[in-house]
Nanobody
Framework: QVQLVESGGGLVQAGGSLRTSCAASGRTFSTYTMGWFRQAPGKEREFVAAIRWSGSVTYYADSVKGRFTISRDNTKNTMYLQMNSLKPEDTAVYYC????????????????WGQGTQVTVSS
């Protein structure tokens, strides 16, 4: 069993930066693929980024590529999402997820989810 807790969300102006974190409990964190998803009001949850257990393979949605960077520190059981050049359309609740996944862009593949952290980008 894995418990995930996100933090680091907040309010930022367009063009600014934020870093969200996802702290995991459990000794198996380092074996999981980890992902970030987001959900804006009235919209479906969408894939943002994912990272394989070693940290050497990452995936990004086209909408965030070049602006967001996903990383993880397996010694701290923590995953990060560095968000730069933020846009109002990045406003959403950001969720982290963990699982043994074949297709990291598919939310259905993940077994564990955090409660989410709100990111709001003002124009």
């Amino acid at each position: 069993q894995v418990q995930l807790v996100e933090s680091g969300g907040g309010l930022v102006q367009a063009g600014g930066s934020l870093r969200t974190s996802c702290a995991a409990s459990g000794r198996t964190f380092s074996t999981y693929t980890m992902g970030w998803f987001r959900q804006a009001p009235g919209k479906e949850r969408e894939f943002v980024a994912a990272i394989r257990w070693s940290g050497s393979v990452t995936y990004y949605a086209d909408s965030v590529k070049g602006r967001f960077t996903i990383s993880r520190d397996n010694t701290k059981n923590t995953m990060y999402l560095q968000m730069n050049s933020l846009k109002p359309e990045d406003t959403a609740v950001y969720y982290c997820a963990a699982g043994y996944v074949s297709y990291p862009r598919r939310s259905q593949e993940y077994d564990y989810w955090g409660q989410g952290t709100q990111v709001t980008v003002s124009s």
